[in-house]
């Protein structure tokens, strides 16, 4: 306590931080956040952009940066993003800021990149697909995955996932999104001895076509997987990358 108060007054250490040490995380005026969760749970606190005002999102994301150096955003808008962009680099000059899709993670000099003996295969179905598994590989590649991206192998041209066999089954575990009546995880399953994450995606058009159909083919699978929700990207590129650091553990 003593060291950390001392930390503080000659500026070593910034009140936040000291309280992100004290209490786990650090509060300010958009909310919380949850400095400790990388240590206490395997995969750190994403910020999920959608429904937040611009200025929560950025305030939260340098809460994010201050505390641990790394910011996960998800679900952000081209505003957000831009913001984010600009505001994080004036806040954080060392900070590197990157984009893939809707999602932003951010870092400063101070992160340490983590590096799994481990691959994570993240396919779709489609393009439409895409941003929800640009979603899993973010956050997967963050954790120091490999990944491997396989996309557009959907089951109306079955081909194009049989020619992909090969690498389907040199995945540690697999991340597959697919929207429609999402055939496409239970076809993969059947083919491989890998763990299979499906990810029903909101595409489609009429009964079903927000997602319902392809969560509930993926429920109703007839081979072995496991089933996140409409969308939810992030979670299954968690999952993912706790069984992918379970593997890097039994490796190494």
Not at 36 to 47: F, L
Not at 48 to 60: H, I, Q
Not at 118 to 137: N, Y
């Amino acid at each position: 306590m003593r060291e950390l108060l001392e930390a503080v007054a000659d500026g070593s250490l910034s009140p936040a931080q000291a309280e992100a040490e004290l209490a786990g995380y650090v509060t300010g005026d958009a909310g919380r956040f949850d400095a400790a969760r990388k240590q206490r749970r395997g995969i750190p606190e994403a910020i999920l952009a959608e429904g937040k005002s611009t200025a929560d999102v950025v305030a939260l994301a340098e809460a994010a940066l201050e505390t641990t150096d790394r910011a996960l955003v998800t679900r952000a808008t081209e505003t957000q993003i831009e913001a984010l962009e600009t505001e994080l680099t004036v806040s954080f000059p060392d900070a590197t800021v990157e984009r893939r899709g809707s999602t932003v993670r951010a870092t400063t000099d101070g992160f340490e990149e983590s590096s799994l003996e481990a691959t994570v295969g993240i396919v779709t179905a489609g393009t439409v697909d895409g941003p929800v598994a640009d979603e899993t590989e973010v956050v997967c590649a963050d954790a120091g995955a490999t990944v491997d991206r396989i996309d557009d192998v959907g089951v109306a041209a079955l081909d194009r996932t049989l020619d992909q066999v090969d690498r389907l089954r040199d995945a540690d575990v697999l991340v597959v999104a697919a929207g429609r009546e999402g055939a496409l995880p239970t076809v993969i399953a059947g083919l491989v001895d890998t763990p299979v994450i499906a990810v029903p995606v909101a595409s489609g058009y009429g009964h079903g076509g927000d997602g319902e159909a392809a969560l509930a083919g993926m429920l109703q699978s007839c081979t072995v997987l496991s089933v996140v929700n409409i969308d939810a990207g992030f979670v299954a590129g968690a999952q993912a990358t706790l069984i992918a650091r379970a593997i890097d553990d039994a490796r190494t």
